[in-house]
C-alpha cells in the first residue's frame, strides 16, 4: 500500500490558492473491497488531492466528491502548463467557502472513473490487459466503499463535512446512510435519492448512441469510439442545461456558416453540443461513461432498504440540501422528497430551493448563490460560529 | 394532373367509420410549388384521404393536419389486413368528434414525408434516382402551399376548419396567416409559434444519430440506417413522454430478463424506447425523418414578419388553442404567447389549458379532454349552434 505524505501544496507565487501547483496522489488498497454485486474488486487505486492541512485532532477534514465527468483535480492548478483551473476551483482555496486556511479538503477520482483510479480502463492484474468490459457494475455505495478506505487511510476517523452536487450529492447521501459515525454533516446539492425514468432514459440513449459506434467494439477499442462518446456527450449536456438557460445563450440562431435552406445547417446550440461533444472525446473514456451512467441511473438511497425512511433511519448528522428551480434533470421536487422524508423522522435537515435559469450545472456555475448558507452551516457544525 | 372522384366510402359492414374500407387517393400537380428556399419542386404528389361527403355548398370541409411521422391515414381501415386504425381514428366518424355524417374530412400525407407525398424518397424525374439529399429543404409553410393546391382541386374555397397537433399544428398556424380568406376558423393543440432551442437540441441529437450510422451513407442507402433511426426515435420518444407519465408506465422496473448488476441490462424504459425505435426502422425512411425534423426546428410563425404580432396581423378567423400542462417539448408557456399576443390585437381566440400527464403525446391519447371544446366551437362556427 502505497502512502504518501499529506503536506503537499507548495507554494510558487505566494498569492493564493490557484497560484501553487497541487500534487495528484495516489493510494493503493491491495485488498479492494466487495461490491454490491458480490463482486470482488481487488486491488483498488485512487488518485486524490488535497489542499490545506490536517490539524492535530483531526476534525477540519472535508471531502468533495466530484460528479459524473468530473476527477480529483478540485482546484488549483497541477503545473505551469495547465490551462485551465480545478473544477470547483471558485470555492476551494483560502479565504474561500472551503477556506484551506481552515480546512484540509480532500478529493478522490470515483472508482470506474478513468483518471487514475481503478475503472475500465485499467490494467486487470490478472491478465494483464485493460479490464474493458470485465469491469464489474459498480454503484454509488461502491465508491463511497473504497473512499472510506482513503479517508481511514489518512488517519481521519470523521469528516467535518462531505459535499458534492449530482453525482456527488448522491455520494454524499451514501456517506450519511452508510456511514454515519465517520461524517459530522453533509452539503448535498443538485441531486436526487434515485433517477427517474426520464432522468434514465436520457442517459439510456447516451449508451446507445455509443453502442451504435462500430469502433467501439463492445468495449475492446484502441481510440474512444468518437462519433458515439461525442453524440453522447452532446444528449448529457442537453440535461445539464435548461430550456431558459439554452434560450439565452443560443436562442433560435443559425451557426454563422449556415443557412436556413442548408440541408447540414446548423442551429447555434446544435453546434455547441457538438463542439462539445468531439472535445470531451479526447478527455474522457467510454466505458467509464458507460459505467458510471449506469452507476447513475442505478442509483437509489434506499436500495436495501424497505423505504427511503427506513435508509434514513440511520443518519446522525445535519443535513443541508440545494436543489435548483430549472434543474429537470434531478429536479426540486426530488429532493424535497428527501427533505419531507428526513424532517418526518426527526432529522436535522436543511433545505434550500434556488432560483436559477442554468438548470442542473446551476450549483457548478453559480456557487454564490449558496455560499452563504453553506459557510453559514459550515461555521455551526465546526462550532466555530460566534455565539 | 390526376384527379379521383370525391365519393370514395364504400361500406363493408355497414356499423361504424371504422368498418368500412378508406380508399387512399393521389394527385399530382405538374407546376408544383415555389418553395421558401425560392427553389422550385416540381411536380408534386400528394396522397390524401378523405371522410364523409363534401355538401352542395362545399362548406362543410374540414383539413386534419398530420404530426411528423403521421400520414394521410387519419382513420380507419384501408383493407382488411390492416391491423391497426387511422392515427385519429378516434375523433373521425359518424357521431365522432369529427362527425363524418356532417363533415367532410380530408388529411393528406405532407410533402417531405414518405407516405406516397413528394419527398427525399420519390424518384426526382430529372434524374430518375430517388432525390435523397438533393431533395430541397421544405418548411412547414412549403407544406401548407402544396395542400392549398389539393384544396383548390377539390373545389373548396374555404375550409371549415384545419385542425392539427404538434407539427400539424404549425400547419394550422400557416393556414391561418397565409391563407386567412381559404379558412373559416382553425383548432390548433399541443403546438409552438416556434420551437425552443431545448426541443430544438433534441431534434438536432437525433439528427446526429443518422449522421453517426455509415449505413446512412450521406443519405445515398438502400436500407434504412436502422440503429441510428432507431436511436433517433427513441431520442423522440423520450420528448413525447413526461416525467409523470414514464413514472406511472415504467417507474425503475428492470426489464424481466436483466439483472441489475449486469452491464447490458436494461430498465423498462430503456427497453421501451429500444422497442420502439426498431420498429420504426421499418414504417419510416431515414431522410425524410431528417427533412421533417429540420421543418419542425426550422418553423417560426414570425418568418419573414417583423414580429409576431405583424404575421397575426393577417388572421381572420377564429382560432381555438390547446396545450397539455406536462408537454415539455412544446409547452404551454409558448401557446399563451401566441395567444396573449392574438388577445392584445384583438383576434377571436379561444384557449384552453388542459391538465394531463401524458405529455407531449397528450392531444393524441386524451381526446375527450378536448372534445366538448372543440364540439362547441365547432358548432358555433359552423353556426349551428343551438341560440
Redesign the interface.
Same mark, same amino acid.
Given at each position: 500500500m502505497q502512502f504518501q505524505p499529506l503536506l503537499h501544496l507548495f507554494e510558487v507565487k505566494g498569492f493564493f490558492m490557484s497560484e501553487m501547483y497541487i500534487v495528484e496522489q495516489s493510494i493503493t488498497f491491495e485488498s479492494g473491497v466487495r461490491l454490491? $454485486? /458480490?463482486?470482488i474488486l481487488a486491488p483498488i487505486t485512487l488518485v486524490y488531492e488535497t489542499y490545506g492541512k490536517l490539524n492535530a485532532l483531526k476534525n477540519n477534514a472535508i471531502l468533495v466528491e466530484h460528479a459524473w465527468t468530473g476527477d480529483a483535480h478540485l482546484a488549483g492548478k497541477r503545473n505551469e502548463s495547465e490551462t485551465k483551473l480545478g473544477w470547483w476551483d471558485a470555492i476551494v482555496g483560502p479565504g474561500r467557502l472551503l477556506d484551506t486556511d481552515h480546512y484540509f479538503v480532500i478529493c478522490a477520482n470515483v472508482i470506474g472513473s478513468c483518471f487514475g483510479s481503478t475503472g475500465p480502463a485499467s490494467i486487470n492484474p490478472k491478465t494483464g490487459k485493460r479490464f474493458n %468490459?470485465t469491469f464489474?457494475?459498480v454503484t454509488i455505495r461502491d465508491m463511497v466503499r473504497a473512499q472510506k478506505l482513503l479517508i481511514e487511510s489518512l488517519g481521519i476517523e470523521r469528516l467535518l463535512t462531505v459535499m458534492g452536487g449530482s453525482m456527488g450529492g448522491m455520494q454524499a447521501l451514501e456517506w450519511a446512510t452508510q456511514y454515519p459515525d465517520s461524517i459530522s454533516s453533509a452539503i448535498i446539492l443538485a441531486t436526487t435519492p434515485?433517477? $427517474?425514468?426520464?432522468a434514465? $432514459? %436520457?442517459n439510456?440513449?447516451a449508451r446507445?448512441?455509443i453502442f451504435?459506434?462500430?469502433t467501439w467494439r463492445k468495449g475492446e477499442y484502441k481510440h474512444n469510439p468518437k462519433? /458515439?462518446l461525442a %453524440?453522447a456527450r /452532446?444528449?448529457g449536456h442537453?440535461t445539464f442545461? $435548461?430550456?431558459e438557460s439554452?434560450?439565452a445563450?443560443? /436562442?433560435?440562431r443559425f451557426s454563422a456558416r449556415d443557412g436556413?435552406?442548408?440541408?447540414f445547417g446548423?442551429?447555434?446550440?446544435?453546434r455547441y453540443?457538438?463542439y462539445n461533444g468531439y472535445n470531451f472525446v479526447d478527455r474522457f473514456d467510454a466505458n467509464s461513461f458507460?459505467?458510471l451512467a449506469?452507476a447513475l441511473?442505478?442509483y437509489?438511497v434506499a436500495w436495501g432498504y424497505e423505504s427511503m425512511a427506513e435508509a434514513f433511519n440511520n443518519v446522525t448528522a445535519p443535513l443541508q440540501f440545494f436543489a435548483f428551480s430549472s434543474d429537470?434533470l434531478y429536479?426540486p421536487y426530488q429532493t424535497e422528497e428527501m427533505v419531507t422524508c428526513l424532517t418526518e423522522t426527526g432529522k436535522s435537515v436543511e433545505y434550500h430551493l434556488i432560483t436559477s435559469a442554468y438548470g442542473h450545472d446551476a450549483f457548478l456555475l453559480e456557487h454564490e448563490t449558496f455560499t452563504p448558507m453553506v459557510q453559514k452551516f459550515l461555521a455551526q457544525v465546526s462550532g466555530t460560529e460566534n455565539a
Amino acid at each position: 500500500m502505497q502512502f504518501q505524505p499529506l503536506l503537499h501544496l507548495f507554494e510558487v507565487k505566494g498569492f493564493f490558492m490557484s497560484e501553487m501547483y497541487i500534487v495528484e496522489q495516489s493510494i493503493t488498497f491491495e485488498s479492494g473491497v466487495r461490491l454490491d $454485486s /458480490g463482486r470482488i474488486l481487488a486491488p483498488i487505486t485512487l488518485v486524490y488531492e488535497t489542499y490545506g492541512k490536517l490539524n492535530a485532532l483531526k476534525n477540519n477534514a472535508i471531502l468533495v466528491e466530484h460528479a459524473w465527468t468530473g476527477d480529483a483535480h478540485l482546484a488549483g492548478k497541477r503545473n505551469e502548463s495547465e490551462t485551465k483551473l480545478g473544477w470547483w476551483d471558485a470555492i476551494v482555496g483560502p479565504g474561500r467557502l472551503l477556506d484551506t486556511d481552515h480546512y484540509f479538503v480532500i478529493c478522490a477520482n470515483v472508482i470506474g472513473s478513468c483518471f487514475g483510479s481503478t475503472g475500465p480502463a485499467s490494467i486487470n492484474p490478472k491478465t494483464g490487459k485493460r479490464f474493458n %468490459l470485465t469491469f464489474p457494475v459498480v454503484t454509488i455505495r461502491d465508491m463511497v466503499r473504497a473512499q472510506k478506505l482513503l479517508i481511514e487511510s489518512l488517519g481521519i476517523e470523521r469528516l467535518l463535512t462531505v459535499m458534492g452536487g449530482s453525482m456527488g450529492g448522491m455520494q454524499a447521501l451514501e456517506w450519511a446512510t452508510q456511514y454515519p459515525d465517520s461524517i459530522s454533516s453533509a452539503i448535498i446539492l443538485a441531486t436526487t435519492p434515485r433517477p $427517474s425514468p426520464q432522468a434514465i $432514459s %436520457l442517459n439510456a440513449v447516451a449508451r446507445w448512441a455509443i453502442f451504435n459506434d462500430p469502433t467501439w467494439r463492445k468495449g475492446e477499442y484502441k481510440h474512444n469510439p468518437k462519433d /458515439g462518446l461525442a %453524440l453522447a456527450r /452532446g444528449i448529457g449536456h442537453i440535461t445539464f442545461l $435548461s430550456d431558459e438557460s439554452m434560450n439565452a445563450k443560443f /436562442g433560435r440562431r443559425f451557426s454563422a456558416r449556415d443557412g436556413k435552406f442548408d440541408f447540414f445547417g446548423q442551429f447555434e446550440v446544435e453546434r455547441y453540443l457538438n463542439y462539445n461533444g468531439y472535445n470531451f472525446v479526447d478527455r474522457f473514456d467510454a466505458n467509464s461513461f458507460l459505467y458510471l451512467a449506469k452507476a447513475l441511473d442505478l442509483y437509489d438511497v434506499a436500495w436495501g432498504y424497505e423505504s427511503m425512511a427506513e435508509a434514513f433511519n440511520n443518519v446522525t448528522a445535519p443535513l443541508q440540501f440545494f436543489a435548483f428551480s430549472s434543474d429537470w434533470l434531478y429536479p426540486p421536487y426530488q429532493t424535497e422528497e428527501m427533505v419531507t422524508c428526513l424532517t418526518e423522522t426527526g432529522k436535522s435537515v436543511e433545505y434550500h430551493l434556488i432560483t436559477s435559469a442554468y438548470g442542473h450545472d446551476a450549483f457548478l456555475l453559480e456557487h454564490e448563490t449558496f455560499t452563504p448558507m453553506v459557510q453559514k452551516f459550515l461555521a455551526q457544525v465546526s462550532g466555530t460560529e460566534n455565539a
